[in-house]
């Protein structure tokens, strides 16, 4: 990092709205480097990086990279034919992938490192919070923002707690101390191509740890991964180091029996829905045995952790309809999110389902079919391209009537532009209705909420004057 950052005073970011780089401009302007950048349009993290006193140009323009710039760094979704990145290479400034700086950032660190398809924004944000409850100061970056705090990254001192990102294998920057592996799913198959690649990629990233690899022993791709690396697994079975027994919810904790080598440690309690959740508790868990704490203090902290936004948040309860907020895009994670929404005793539950990428819809149409088999009524609304070109004889439209087809539950296509006029007048009192998507499905569902307390607010005063 000495030789790469030396005399690097102003960095340029190219994408600097999106979840990984603007928690990467946190951290180095955290660290005292003079940090600004563009992106394609405004947001509330591009709000929020102003109020950090981060300048940021909104359209990308060669212009943008001030003549004092030292280096330049791009997101995954910058093109090669990018006016910003083209500029810095006729310049000769060093240009890095977000990535490789990252990674740079932790070579002096202790880094605990959290991978997987699923799960790593909660494990990491959990991880970051218990340290600190503990008396440490870590550095922190994670994929979302905890709710314990405003932000989704900051700078500490001798730990590193970093979300990995697999999706371009990126992830392989680092040489951790610790990595937590929460699962393999088929995903980001696109850079891949196949679960083998994706599989070798995460033996990898496991052989460069350097301390202890602790993952998911029921997951069939992951638990041969662990063994060769001779680590530790966590699960619900006893053939796992650390075990999670008797689960129940009682209506605010979700509640485990925890054991270690199949002795009994504690009974755990942890404000987050699901066995997914107590599965990241495991994990967490398992870091904390490793480095040596106290884990009945580690137990206690854990009640008091918040969760992060866009993981089951309930924005709000208005006639006693409860408005979630869900990131869950892939099958496997829906399933999770749904099963966990029931424990909840819904009237009923409403998923409004915003597809991800055309390429995700593609490549996993047929598993989309039953990964609703929770929700009571499911609305389908069109496909977030996430700057993907659309593919033909593909939609949100057509998708609708693949899950329809493999589901007995009521399936509706509503467009984008007719949800939040359309979806208030579907929902009853008693009514979960959660969106689930990693798009602007949050903006929409702030705009239904705003909607139903308006129809809500004029049945009750029109009630008001027939009275």
């Not at 005073?9 to 928690?23: E, L, Q, R, Y």
């Not at 302007?29 to 990086?49: E, H, N, Y």
């Not at 602790?214 to 966590?234: F, H, M, Q």
């Not at 709000?316 to 929404?341: G, N």
Request: with cysteine; proline share 3%.
């Amino acid at each position: 990092m000495e030789k790469i950052l030396s005399g690097v005073k102003n960095i340029h970011f190219i994408g600097i709205g999106g979840i990984g780089m603007s928690g990467l401009a946190l951290l180095l302007k955290d660290k005292g480097f003079r940090v600004c950048g563009s992106d394609i349009q405004d947001s509330p993290t591009v709000a929020m990086l102003r109020r950090e006193g981060i300048d940021i140009f909104i359209g990308h323009r060669k212009e943008n990279i001030a003549p004092d710039t030292n280096l330049v760094t791009y997101s995954s979704a910058i093109k090669d034919d990018n006016s910003e990145l083209i500029e810095a290479g006729c310049r000769g400034l060093t240009i890095l992938k977000r990535g490789e700086l990252l990674g740079l950032l932790t070579w002096d660190k202790k880094t605990i490192a959290v991978a997987g398809s699923h799960g790593k924004t909660t494990t990491t944000a959990f991880t970051g919070y218990l340290l600190t409850a503990l008396g440490y100061k870590p550095t922190v970056f994670v994929g979302g923002v905890p709710l314990n705090y405003s932000r989704s990254a900051w700078w500490g001192d001798e730990y590193f707690v970093i979300e990995t990102d697999e999706s371009d294998a990126s992830f392989l920057y680092y040489n951790p101390l610790v990595s937590l592996i929460t699962n393999i799913d088929a995903e980001h198959l696109d850079y891949y191509k196949n679960i083998e690649n994706l599989r070798a990629g995460f033996q990898k990233f496991a052989y460069q740890t350097k301390g202890k690899v602790i993952g998911w022993g029921e997951d069939p791709y992951l638990r041969d991964i662990i063994v060769k690396a001779d680590g530790w697994t966590y699960g619900f079975s006893d053939s796992n180091k650390f075990r999670a027994d008797d689960f129940s919810f009682d209506g605010r904790f979700s509640n485990f029996s925890f054991f270690i080598d199949n002795k009994p440690v504690s009974r755990v309690k942890i404000p987050l829905l699901g066995e997914h959740n107590a599965l990241n508790s495991l994990a967490v868990l398992g870091f904390f045995h490793y480095l040596g704490e106290d884990l009945a203090r580690v137990i206690d902290f854990m009640a008091d952790f918040k969760g992060t936004k866009r993981r089951f948040q309930i924005k709000e309860v208005v006639q006693q309809v409860t408005f979630v907020d869900d990131y869950a895009h892939h099958p496997s994670e829906i399933q999770a999110v749904l099963k966990a929404a029931r424990l909840l005793n819904p009237r009923r539950l409403v998923a409004i389902f915003q597809p991800h990428r055309f390429s995700r819809a593609k490549a996993l149409c047929g598993e989309f079919g039953s990964c609703f088999s929770c929700a009571d009524e499911v609305i389908v609304t069109d496909i977030y391209s996430a700057c993907e070109k659309e593919i033909e004889g593909l939609s949100g439209h057509i998708l609708a009537g693949e899950i329809k087809k493999k589901s007995c539950k009521s399936v509706k296509y509503v467009p984008k532009d007719k949800l939040i006029k359309t979806v208030p007048l579907y929902l009853e009192e008693g009514d979960i209705v959660i969106g689930l998507g990693a798009g602007d499905i949050n903006i929409l569902m702030d705009g239904i909420l705003e909607e139903f307390k308006r129809i809500s607010n004029n049945s009750i005063k029109n009630n008001m004057k027939e009275i």
